[in-house]
């Protein structure tokens, strides 16, 4: 399992390597900047002398991007996750027509748990919560004008050691295939196949975990394209090899394609972070960290945070576990569910990884109400982002999974049930979408926290424990709940958890923002549904749900006055009768 504002520079997303431009807040009155903060005076080069302490104002050291840099960050990130989750779209289409929803796709979803797991751990959660916060110290310290670069110092003394455990890794799971698979699906009929899969797969934990390492780094140096494009070539990966091999391997050239798609993720990163690199300060790049820097891998902090993503994605070992005992197709049901209805949270979560770099270069350097601000706003523009989308994807999860899927060897009787796991497995993506945007608060400061792992541990807990009661009454029904309950446990306890020690966000403003948002989308829902169930065609059910669901959505939510839509509704006037002048000129 992504609204952007702060700072005052309004720089625009530069292509990977190229020079930075000059793109200062104008002053106002009296030397005082745009954003409200005292200019800085300029220096002879014609850049903003650093105050002290803070570092120059250069692409790779700038504490704090603006808000028209971030917007447009997130832009190309959106623009690019979405091919990417469009192609993973294809990718599920392509794997419904050639194997549908039967056996030989439960064994190689029960294979495709590694990458998903090696994607959580390694590029989503795991890496990128320590190594940002790793990474942007050390682009401060760069500012602050250090003799030795301390970001190739970084890369140095951690990249060697990491990719020897990535190695291993992926040589340890190659070989423990047979167990892997008897762990995670004992009631599976064809093991022998997973098996396959499953070595096929394991490279990933290599792949995964260099693609990851890149993504962290280029993203604390505020660089987003490049590791927005990875799930494009690594989808596109899939697809192709399935299309060429499919007929000839089975259901093995899923394996084969997503083992080359690993690898591609790297290819796509590497010439972007090597630019990045070679831009560094100092000569002696071997020196052994000391300090602040080393402090930030410590081992304490990085098994934190490793514990906390590999406590999350077990939810998806609990579903396999115990949907492997239910009847052929049921692993299916769940994944092509899931594959759909998280397409929103991705979506609520790319701001929050645009600005998790900000955030960190925040914490690190002391700004706590500027941290506190850019936490709300990012909490709740999320939330609106995936309730919306959940809205639609309950109101229209017929026709919508009938459209997408129904054809080849995808039955009728497989979207129904489908269909219907993913009305229940919605229910708990706001959860999902605000363990991911906490999660993230608690790691932007590179300490040992142990709060966010005790919230998943409690979440999982109740995951499985409510799975083990149902799945024999309510069969898939049952898991997808649990899984809603639990997750939405842990957001629960990160959300009271907000305090000092991390960001101490405003609480109560933050869920009467979020009640309103769920108010607008229950009644989105309702609506939509109505819509949907009145047209028979899956393309005409969509054409009428989908803007059934936003009208009522930004109406109820600016009826309700929650702040993103009271902002949104606000500009749009005078952005309307700016462009009404211009037509009459």
């Known amino acids: ?18 020079a930075p431009v000059d793109v200062r807040p104008h002053e106002g009155p009296a030397g005082e900047r745009a954003d409200g903060r005292q200019a800085v005076p300029a220096a002879p080069d014609g850049r903003e002398k650093a105050p002290a302490g803070v570092g120059s104002a250069t692409a790779d050291t700038e504490p704090a991007r603006g808000g028209r840099f971030l917007a447009k ?109 008897a762990a995670l699906a004992p009631g599976l009929p064809d093991q022998r196949l997973a098996v396959d899969c499953t070595r096929l797969t394991a490279t990933c934990a290599f792949s995964f975990g260099l693609a990851g390492y890149c993504s962290a780094a280029l993203r604390a140096h505020q660089r987003y394209t490049a590791p927005a494009l990875i799930y494009v070539v690594y989808n596109a990966a899939i697809i192709a ?4 091999l499919a007929a000839r391997w089975g259901v093995r050239a899923a394996a084969a394609g997503v083992a080359l798609g690993g690898a591609l993720m790297v290819v796509a990163q590497v010439p972007s972070l090597w630019r990045q690199l070679r831009r560094g300060r100092g000569t002696d790049t071997a020196r052994t960290l000391t300090g602040p820097t080393s402090s930030r891998l410590r081992t304490t902090v990085i098994w934190t945070v490793l514990l906390f993503a590999l406590c999350r994605q077990s939810q998806v070992l609990i579903e396999r576990f115990l949907a492997s005992s239910l009847p052929g197709g049921a692993i299916s049901h769940l994944n092509y569910a899931q594959k759909v209805a998280q397409m929103p949270m991705a979506l609520a979560l790319m701001l929050c990884t645009v600005t998790f770099p900000v ?28 309730l919306l989308g959940a809205a639609a994807v309950i109101a229209g999860a017929h026709p919508l999974i009938q459209l997408l899927f129904e054809r080849g060897a995808f039955t009728p009787e497989d979207t129904a049930a489908t269909a219907s796991v993913m009305r229940v497995y919605s229910l708990g993506l706001l959860g999902h979408t605000l363990v991911g945007a906490l999660a ?71 869920v009467a923002e979020l009640a309103g948002l769920v108010i607008a989308a229950t009644v989105a829902t309702l609506l939509g ?56 000129r």
């Open 1 to 18: 399992m992504i609204t952007a504002s702060g700072g005052g520079d309004t720089g625009a997303l530069r292509p990977p390597g190229e």
């Open 73 to 181: 960050a997130a832009l190309v990130t959106a623009a690019l996750s979405v091919a990417g989750s469009l192609l993973g779209l294809a990718r599920d289409q392509a794997l419904a027509h050639f194997f549908g929803a039967g056996t030989d796709t439960d064994a190689f979803l029960v294979a495709w748990t590694v990458p998903e797991m090696a994607a959580t751990l390694l590029i989503e959660d795991g890496l990128a919560f320590f190594l940002v916060p790793a990474f942007s110290l050390a682009l401060a310290q760069r500012g602050r004008g250090a003799g030795r670069d301390p970001v190739r110092a970084l890369v140095a003394a951690s990249l060697p050691r990491m990719c020897l455990c990535f190695a291993a890794a992926a040589l340890a799971l190659a070989l423990a295939a047979p167990w892997v698979v």
């Open 241 to 244: 090899t399935l299309a060429l």
């Open 359 to 386: 955030l960190a270069r925040w914490q690190a350097e002391g700004q706590t109400l500027k941290a506190r601000d850019r936490v709300e706003r990012d909490v709740v523009m999320a939330g609106c982002v995936v």
């Open 440 to 510: 993230r608060s608690y790691f932007a400061g590179g300490r040992v926290t142990w709060a966010p792992l005790t919230a998943m541990s409690l979440g999982i807990v109740a995951t499985a424990g409510l799975g083990v009661l149902s799945v024999g009454t309510f069969g898939v029904y049952g898991i997808a709940a649990a899984n809603a309950i639990g997750i939405s446990l842990t957001a629960t306890l990160l959300l009271r958890g907000m305090g000092p020690r991390t960001v101490p966000i405003r609480i109560p403003k933050v």
């Open 529 to 584: 549904a109505l819509c949907a169930r009145s047209l028979t065609a899956p393309v005409p059910a969509l054409l009428a749900c989908g803007p059934t669901v936003f009208l009522a959505f930004v109406l109820v939510a600016w009826f309700l006055r929650v702040g993103p839509l009271v902002s949104a509704v606000s500009a749009l006037g005078p952005a309307l009768r700016k462009l009404a002048s211009r037509h009459d």
